[in-house]
């Protein structure tokens, strides 16, 4: 990224440096909005913007069946609901309205917690009906997020996994993966996980205002690098494509993972669906106040003249010039670097149910 691209220094008041979103848009399955009137005042409700607070939730599942055919997945598992990380672009914010929160701030400083996961997910395998296919982990919202290291759920998940013989598929930005290095390369020798690894960018003053808390480039590639020598089969995601903020950065993102031992890559357009258009347009007005309409402008080029687009096997990708040459670019480098030779695959034929009789071959 040249010097005259990169965002600007915000000294705006009330800017929260190290969080993404800066506001907290309506929920719009909630009638009502709270706001605090008098800020000396004392509301025990009211959750200070640098401090994050932790709800544990009793869930009544843990594995859900996944519709869209977009996403390459036919079930996922998520851990947890919202994210410290902070990613502005991410799809998953509107998810948090669901559970009475806004999409905005709120997405990043209240995160629920799902400590019967580990239980629901055992029962879930015991299921009489259910027939092995691979679950994907963080398919919403990021499994090695910082509340991991406070409460391992992640790592009960992987461990029961390994117990049954479940083939895993996951996504991260976060280094704490390799903390359970051990479990996923013993998974990985009976090919029953995959890992992809997010990076948006090599630039890492963009990551610090669009992916706040995540872990540098630099040890995302340390990542790739770790599981790959590990025998554990990984891939990077160049996702989102921002238009007019990372897009030019793709060959260096597929190259460096490349070299430190990527065998899959993917890419996805960024959409800016609900609360997050909101969101995402605050945010580039406060860091890149020069290029906020074109870099909309742009956006909206790949989705139809809007900010997203909802339709099926056109919603990830885009359509049009820039999204067209984005594609172009993504096939030219996967097949220069030789990425994505073979397909992901994993063996769910081993998969088997603690105190069931193993076959002598196994």
């Known amino acids: 990224m040249k010097d005259n691209d990169r965002p600007a220094e915000n000294n705006t008041a009330g800017y929260y440096k190290g969080r993404g979103a800066q506001i907290n848009p309506k929920n719009r399955f909630l009638p009502r909005d709270y706001i605090r009137e008098n800020p000396e005042g004392i509301d025990e409700w009211w959750q200070p913007d640098g401090q994050t607070e932790y709800i544990v939730e009793h869930a009544r599942a843990i594995v859900n069946k996944v519709d869209s055919p977009d996403l390459g997945m036919m079930y996922s598992m998520n851990p947890y609901q919202g994210c410290e990380h902070g990613c502005i672009y991410c799809y998953a914010r509107n998810t948090h309205q669901y559970w009475g929160y806004s999409a905005g701030k709120d997405f990043e400083h209240k995160i629920i917690v799902k400590k019967n996961a580990p239980e629901l997910f055992r029962k879930f395998l015991n299921n009489k009906n259910w027939r092995s296919v691979p679950i994907s982990v963080s398919g919403n919202t990021d499994c090695y997020q910082p509340a991991e290291r406070k409460f391992g759920i992640t790592?009960?998940?992987?461990?029961?996994?390994?117990?049954?013989?479940?083939?895993?598929?996951?996504?991260?930005?976060?280094?704490?993966?390799?903390?359970?290095?051990?479990?996923?390369?013993?998974?990985?020798?009976?090919?029953?996980?995959?890992?992809?690894?997010?990076?948006?960018?090599?630039?890492?003053?963009?990551?610090?205002?669009?992916?706040?808390?995540?872990?540098?480039?630099?040890?995302?590639?340390?990542?790739?690098?770790?599981?790959?020598?590990?025998?554990?089969?990984?891939?990077?995601?160049?996702?989102?494509?921002?238009?007019?903020?990372?897009?030019?950065?793709?060959?260096?993102?597929?190259?460096?993972?490349?070299?430190?031992?990527?065998?899959?890559?993917?890419?996805?357009?960024?959409?800016?669906?609900?609360?997050?258009?909101?969101?995402?347009?605050?945010?580039?007005?406060?860091?890149?106040?020069?290029?906020?309409?074109?870099?909309?402008?742009?956006?909206?080029?790949?989705?139809?003249?809007?900010?997203?687009?909802?339709?099926?096997?056109?919603?990830?990708?885009?359509?049009?010039?820039?999204?067209?040459?984005?594609?172009?670019?993504?096939?030219?480098?996967?097949?220069?670097?030789?990425?994505?030779?073979?397909?992901?695959?994993?063996?769910?034929?081993?998969?088997?149910?603690?105190?069931?009789?193993?076959?002598?071959?196994?």
């Open 155 to 362: 790592r009960q998940l992987l461990q029961i996994a390994l117990q049954y013989r479940q083939p895993i598929a996951m996504i991260t930005k976060n280094a704490l993966i390799l903390r359970d290095k051990d479990l996923l390369a013993q998974m990985a020798k009976q090919n029953q996980v995959a890992v992809f690894v997010s990076i948006t960018a090599m630039d890492e003053k963009l990551r610090l205002v669009m992916e706040p808390r995540t872990a540098s480039y630099k040890q995302r590639l340390k990542v790739i690098c770790e599981l790959s020598e590990s025998g554990i089969p990984v891939g990077v995601m160049n996702a989102p494509v921002i238009p007019g903020i990372n897009d030019q950065e793709m060959c260096e993102v597929l190259k460096a993972a490349k070299e430190n031992g990527a065998r899959y890559a993917g890419y996805t357009i960024v959409r800016l669906n609900d609360a997050v258009g909101i969101i995402f347009k605050d945010w580039l007005k406060k860091n890149f106040p020069d290029r906020c309409e074109k870099v909309c402008h742009l956006i909206e080029s790949c989705h139809g003249g809007a900010l997203h687009d909802s339709e099926w096997g056109r919603r990830m990708k885009g359509e049009g010039n820039i999204a067209e040459l984005i594609s172009k670019q993504f096939k030219m480098q996967t097949r220069i670097l030789g990425l994505n030779k073979e397909k992901i695959n994993l063996d769910t034929s081993h998969f088997c149910r603690p105190g069931q009789q193993l076959s002598l071959f196994e």
